[in-house]
């Protein structure tokens, strides 16, 4: 069998590898999200409808801080306009939320497909990035929901041009608000990660990433402008956070870069 032979069926042979580990992680998903779909008045009362209230833990914190802060009655009402628009919503959270619970179990299946190629050390110094990608992962997780998205909600539903208006939010925009702020977090937290790994394939440098740190800052005031709700105020949250991890992104270029 000629080089280039033994090349192609290497090859191939990775990517059906590569194939499996997708079908597994599809797996964990679609299971993730059967669980989800079966637990709907967790899902939806528990979580998605608890930050409406005067009881959900971050307006609780803002109140003990002062009476000034203390968050009022939403002055809303969510309703439904589509036929299949509660159908539908149930399962997109749900979806959601099988991504969610699945994600532990998807980082180990990259790491399986990756650890072959490395050395020992190496497959020991990943599987501590892969426990920070976790934990990262969860902190975006939880700053979006307990910090964005209440910020976010109170001030888009407080928010009036007239006294004639009366706000009756389709729920399905309610919905897709926080869907959307919880998952972007949550995957922007991975910067450091991502960076730890393109510096280790030599696609990035500690010193690309110091000399576009400008434009990087302007990427991401764009994303948060695009990923969150149109208020200064949420997309400030959402960019401080990811500016410091950028600062630490170049920190670990750095460090990988030595080694």
């Not at 969610?100 to 020992?120: G, Q, R, T, V």
């Not at 307990?146 to 389709?170: D, M, R, T």
Request: hydrophobic share 55%.
């Amino acid at each position: 069998m000629s080089t280039n032979q033994n090349t192609e069926f290497t090859f191939l042979k990775h990517l059906e590898i590569l194939r499996w580990h997708l079908v597994r992680s599809i797996i964990a998903i679609l299971f993730g999200t059967i669980i989800a779909f079966f637990n709907k008045s967790f899902l939806f009362d528990k979580v998605i409808f608890a930050c409406k209230e005067n009881s959900f833990p971050t307006y609780v914190f803002l109140c003990k801080l002062s009476e000034k802060l203390c968050i009022q009655d939403m002055p809303f009402i969510l309703m439904n306009v589509e036929m299949s628009g509660q159908f539908m919503m149930h399962i997109l959270v749900s979806f959601a939320a099988g991504l969610i619970l699945a994600f532990p179990y998807i980082l180990i299946e990259i790491w399986k497909f990756i650890s072959p190629a490395m050395y020992s050390a190496e497959r020991y110094n990943t599987l501590v990035f892969f426990f920070s990608s976790l934990f990262l992962f969860f902190l975006g997780l939880f700053f979006g929901y307990f910090i964005i998205v209440p910020f976010s909600i109170n001030f888009l539903s407080s928010y009036n041009i007239s006294f004639a208006i009366e706000n009756k939010i389709h729920f399905i925009s309610f919905i897709k608000t926080i869907t959307k702020i919880v998952l972007t977090t949550a995957f922007l937290f991975q910067l450091p990660v991502i960076v730890y790994f393109l510096t280790k394939f030599g696609i990035v440098t500690p010193s690309f990433l110091k000399n576009y740190r400008r434009h990087a800052f302007v990427i991401i005031l764009i994303l948060a402008s695009i990923l969150t709700p149109p208020d200064v105020f949420s997309q400030i949250l959402i960019g401080i956070p990811i500016f410091c991890l950028y600062e630490l992104s170049i920190f670990i270029s750095i460090i990988t870069k030595t080694k």
